[in-house]
C-alpha cells in the first residue's frame, strides 16, 4: 500500500471516506468502477480506464467525468504508492425520484487506494485452480460490458468457496455456456487460435482482456470473440484468467481437468509485462 | 411527509446521513430493501415487510437484521407522520475482501422516512396509461423475487419516458415475455381468472402482489401465476398494477390498446384498502 499515511480516499476531490445515504450509487447500485493497477506511483493503462469510464458513463446516460481531474486525483493517491489498487467509482449522485433520474444529475466521483492483494506468485508462474460457480449471470444486452455497480451476482458466486488454493471460479450464463471469471476474463486456446467468451448479453469487457486480444494481434496469434461451451474448456490445450491486477493467471486446474501452463499463455503474460511496464518501466506482476 | 422537523434517517439506530464509502451496498449493490408506506403514524404490512426482509437476506446470507429493532427504529421515524414513505435498507455492511463477502459481515442498517409521492388521485380511481420498455430484465434465479439494491435495469428503464401522463413502464425479460412494472407488479384478468407473471427468474415479489392473490383466494376469484405472453395482456379484459405506495393503479391504456378500470379490479382495490386500513382504519390510498 501507500508508503506513509496519507490520504486513501478523495470525493468529489476531498479527503473524505462518507458518502451520502441517499447517493443513487447506494440506493440502486445506480453507477460504475474502475481497478486501476499502481506501479511505483504510476496508473497501469491509465488512459484505457479512462476511456472505458467515460464510455459506460456515456451508456448509462452519467455525465462523464472530466478525465483530467480524475487523473489528478488518482495521481494524487498513487504519488508515494509502490503497489497498489486504485478504485474509481462514479455514481448518479443523489436525486431523482424514485428510480427515475434526476434530469441534471451531480455525479458522485470516489477516488480510493487499497493494498495490493498478496496472492502467491507462483500462481503467476504455475497457474491456479479454478472451479465452476452455481451462480449464474443474468443480464440484459444493455448493461453487457459495463463495469457497473450492480455485482451480486459476482458476490453470491465468490461465497461458494472458501478454499484458499481455490482462485477463481468460472461464471456460466443462464443457458449453462462460460462468460467470466468472477473477478477475470477467460480465454482458451484450442490448436493454437485464441478465444475469449463473447460478452453480447453479460460479463465485463475488461481492459486486460482487450489488450490481450490486441497484443495477440500484433504477435500473429489468431483470436476471436466466441460463444463457447463447456466442453470447449475441457478440450482447449491451456486455459488463462486476466484482469488489470493480476495481469494473467495460467489455469492448471478445473475439476478434474489439468493443464500445465501452456506456450502461448507464457508468451502473451512476458508480451503483456513488457507493455505494462511501458516506458517507466514500472514492473508490477 | 412529517408533520414537523424531526430525524429523518437512522443509521445503526444513529441519526445520521452518511455512509462509509466502503460499505459493501454501495460498491456492489450488496444488500436489499423495502418500501413502507406510512399511515397516521402506522406502518402498513409491517409485518410483512419485515418477514420478507428477513428471508431475503438469509437468501443472500446477511445476518438478519433484529425485527424488534428495526420495527421500533421505524415508528421513531414514523411516529409523527401522517402519510409518508418508510424505507428500509440492510446492506452487508464494510468489509470482505473484494466481492468475497466477510466471514462474519456486520450489516449497515438504513431506516429513512420520505414524502408521499403526489400521484394524481384520479390514478387510481381511472387507471393509468403505461408503456412497454425498451429496457430488459436479465437475472439469473438466485436474485429472482429479491428485492435488492441491483436495481441499474429499473432506473435505465425508468429514464426513458419523461411524459408526466405515463405512469409506469412495463418491463419485459429477455425472452420478451412481460414481467412486472419498473416500480410494481402486474396483473391480468381474463376471463374471469386473475393472473401474475412468474417471478422463477426475475421480478420482484412485492408485498401487495402477495396480499392481493390471496385476497382473490377469499374472494372466490381464481387466480395463478403464470407465464405470460404480451399478447395475453392485449386479450386481456383488465389490467392493473400494484406496490405498496400505490396500491392497486387500474391501467386504462396501453400503446392503442385502452380498458376502463374493470369491476374485479375494482372490488381488489376495495378490498386491499380496507384490509390496509386495518381496526386502526387508517386510510392511506
Redesign the interface.
Known amino acids: 500500500m501507500a508508503d506513509d499515511r496519507h490520504v486513501h480516499?478523495l470525493?468529489n476531490g476531498v479527503a473524505?471516506?462518507?458518502?451520502?445515504?441517499?447517493?443513487?450509487?447506494?440506493?440502486?447500485?445506480?453507477g460504475l468502477?474502475e481497478t486501476v493497477a499502481v506501479a511505483a506511483g504510476r496508473l497501469l493503462y491509465r488512459e484505457r480506464h479512462l476511456d472505458r469510464l467515460r464510455r459506460d458513463c456515456r451508456r448509462?446516460?452519467i455525465p462523464e467525468p472530466d478525465p483530467e481531474v480524475l487523473c489528478r486525483e488518482g495521481q494524487e493517491l498513487a504519488r508515494r504508492c509502490t503497489r497498489g489498487v486504485l478504485k474509481l467509482?462514479i455514481?448518479?449522485g443523489v436525486g431523482g425520484?424514485?428510480?427515475?433520474?434526476p434530469?441534471r444529475p451531480t455525479p458522485t466521483r470516489?477516488v480510493?487506494l487499497h493494498p495490493w492483494?498478496d496472492h502467491p506468485q507462483s500462481w503467476r508462474t504455475n497457474g491456479v485452480r479454478v472451479r465452476i460457480c452455481?451462480?449464474?449471470?443474468?443480464?440484459?444486452?444493455?448493461?453487457a460490458g459495463i463495469k457497473?455497480?450492480?455485482?451480486?451476482?459476482?458476490?453470491?458466486?465468490?461465497?461458494e468457496w472458501d478454499d484458499p488454493e481455490v482462485a477463481e471460479g468460472i461464471m456460466l450464463d443462464?443457458d449453462g455456456r462460460p462468460v467470466e471469471g468472477?473477478?477475470s476474463n477467460l480465454f482458451v486456446v484450442t490448436d493454437g487460435v485464441l478465444q475469449t467468451p463473447h460478452l453480447s448479453?453479460?460479463g465485463v469487457a475488461g481492459i486486460i482482456r482487450a489488450r490481450i486480444m490486441e497484443l495477440a494481434q500484433v504477435m500473429g496469434i489468431p483470436c476471436r470473440e466466441a460463444v463457447l461451451e463447456m466442453a470447449d474448456i475441457g478440450r482447449a490445450q491451456e486455459v488463462f484468467v486476466t484482469n488489470s491486477i493480476i495481469g494473467v493467471w495460467p489455469v492448471n486446474a478445473l475439476e478434474e481437468r489439468r493443464w500445465s501452463a501452456g506456450p502461448l499463455t507464457r508468451r502473451l503474460s512476458e508480451a503483456l509485462m513488457q507493455d505494462a511496464a511501458g516506458p517507466s518501466a514500472a514492473q508490477l506482476w
Open positions: 480516499c470525493i473524505a471516506d462518507q458518502v451520502s445515504v441517499f447517493d443513487r450509487g447506494l440506493q440502486y447500485g445506480d468502477f448509462l446516460a467509482v455514481t448518479r425520484r424514485g428510480y427515475r433520474p434530469e470516489i480510493s492483494p452455481r451462480q449464474r449471470l443474468g443480464g440484459a444486452a444493455a448493461l457497473h455497480l450492480n455485482r451480486l451476482e459476482q458476490v453470491l458466486a465468490r461465497a443462464t468472477t473477478m448479453t453479460c
